[in-house]
């Protein structure tokens, strides 16, 4: 596709579910990061992938938060035992040099009730 | 610790009024600059970026921004604003010579008046 994508767009959970936040890079990106942004704040650092290498998950809030790229394409976030404060929206992007502009999909709204 | 302070939380103007939305940033050395604006339900979008050189940066949609080092700001400008520029505007900073995770301000929500 042309550009990030993510899957899907809106997702509610109950309290203490597990979810799966699925984002499809531009082809060919190296590097893919995830971002969390909470109602009217900036997006916050969560982790980040060159290639299936997850160098960094400095960001993520606790080891419910789990990440993975095992092709070093697809990237896929998981919560669980979901809380409210999870609620947010989850934002992916990709670029393709580790300095290069990172491209943002339209992000999944989370909603945890 | 690096941050991004965007001063004012909303803003509104008339169209076809200028604009100038204020960024500072903590960093230890000069920080790779980014101004992105989302519109309601959309993601991102890259307005411009500085790395280096000249300091004044062109970008997308007429918007331009200018670095000053000595006051560790980033203002985002525009001449002439048009309705569809009502959005909320980030600026953020990457580390130079890594791999370029990005830290946000907080926001400038813009509105737009007829």
């Known amino acids: 596709g042309a550009g990030v994508s993510q899957s899907p767009r809106y997702k509610v959970a109950k309290r203490g579910q597990d979810v799966a936040l699925r984002c499809d890079p531009i082809s060919g990106h190296v590097s893919l990061f995830w971002y969390q942004q909470a109602l009217g704040q900036g997006p916050e650092f969560l982790t980040y992938f060159q290639n299936e290498a997850q160098l960094d998950k400095s960001g993520l809030p606790s080891d419910r938060f789990f990440a993975e790229r095992p092709e070093g394409s697809v990237s896929t976030l998981k919560i669980q035992r979901t809380q409210q404060e999870d609620s947010a929206v989850y934002l992916c992007?990709?670029?393709?040099?580790?300095?290069?502009?990172?491209?943002f999909g339209p992000g999944t709204r989370l909603t945890v009730l | 610790a690096q941050s991004v302070t965007q001063p004012d939380i909303h803003i509104t103007v008339s169209e076809g009024a200028s604009l100038e939305l204020r960024c500072n940033y903590s960093y230890g050395a000069t920080p790779y600059l980014f101004w992105y604006v989302q519109s309601p339900g959309q993601g991102l979008q890259l307005l411009l970026k500085?790395?280096?050189?000249?300091?004044l940066v062109q970008g997308i949609k007429g918007f331009e921004a200018e670095f000053k080092r000595s006051q560790s700001s980033f203002n985002l400008r525009k001449p002439s604003v048009h309705w569809s520029d009502a959005a909320e505007y980030f600026c953020a900073v990457g580390a130079p010579g890594g791999y370029n995770k990005l830290i946000f301000g907080a926001g400038t929500r813009l509105a737009v008046h007829p």
């Open positions: 992007a990709s670029s393709n040099d580790k300095t290069d502009t990172q491209y």
């Open positions: 500085y790395f280096s050189g000249d300091t």
